[in-house]
């Protein structure tokens, strides 16, 4: 089956614009997390959808936003972009919410805020 | 605070050798633990998955020890070969995933 597929793989914007981003998981799943990746930061947790409904958030300001749709398809949305918002943006999709079980990611979306 | 962290930031082996990549962890209440694989350009690929109820679990040629008296976690490859060149992340699980920085692991052949 199709795994995870994030949409567009790379993206370049300038600051002050904003950015939505797409996950589509794998079928069945209905639990999609998102991923900000730097070299700096490493891997950091943005937030977790399920269900349609927000289940977890990380420490990132409210320019970082999401939603998930009926088919479990994920979108996060980040505004007024910042230099410091060029990273790789992985989701990862489960069967389930909490973490606890087994997560595919995609290969990201790169980011570049010039 | 808690934290999710490496010992080391790359680790160089021959092929053949065996590999062991460390990872420490501070939060005592994770119950899932899991190793991941990054290769350039790619995203994070699942290798081995440990609960915190057991102590050791063995897949194709890696295995993950759990230490939870002294919250650490490890992974061995056997028989390390080029293709095991990546970045390597341990990840704790709470409600959510957590990573650690990552180690670098480069095969020399």
């Known amino acids: 089956k199709a795994g995870v597929t994030q949409t567009p793989r790379y993206l370049i914007k300038t600051r002050g614009q904003q950015v939505t981003l797409s996950c589509s998981p794998i079928s069945g799943h209905r639990s999609v997390s998102w991923y900000q990746q730097t070299p700096g930061q490493g891997l950091q947790f943005l937030f977790e959808?399920?269900?349609?409904?927000?289940?977890n958030k990380g420490n990132f300001p409210g320019r970082f936003s999401g939603r998930q749709f009926s088919n479990s398809r994920s979108e996060m949305n980040v505004s007024t972009l910042e230099l410091g918002d060029s990273a790789l943006y992985l989701c990862?999709?489960?069967?389930?919410?909490?973490?606890?079980?087994?997560?595919?990611f995609g290969q990201g979306t790169r980011l570049t805020v010039v | 605070g808690e934290s999710v962290g490496l010992h080391l930031p790359t680790l160089s082996v021959q092929e053949g050798d065996n590999s062991i990549i460390n990872c420490a962890y501070s939060?005592?209440?994770?119950?899932?633990f899991i190793w991941y694989k990054q290769e350039s350009g790619k995203g994070p690929q699942f290798i081995i998955d440990i609960r915190s109820n057991m102590d050791k679990r063995q897949g194709q040629r890696v295995t993950v020890l759990l230490n939870k008296t002294v919250k650490h976690l490890s992974l061995q490859i056997a028989a390390t070969q080029p293709g095991d060149s990546a970045v390597y992340f341990c990840?704790?699980?709470?409600?959510?995933?957590?990573f650690g920085a990552g180690t670098r692991l480069t095969v020399k052949p």
């Open positions: 939060n005592s209440a994770s119950d899932y």
């Open positions: 990840a704790e699980s709470r409600r959510d995933m957590r």
């Open positions: 959808y399920f269900s349609e409904t927000q289940r």
């Open positions: 990862a999709s489960s069967l389930e919410s909490g973490g606890n079980t087994e997560a595919f």
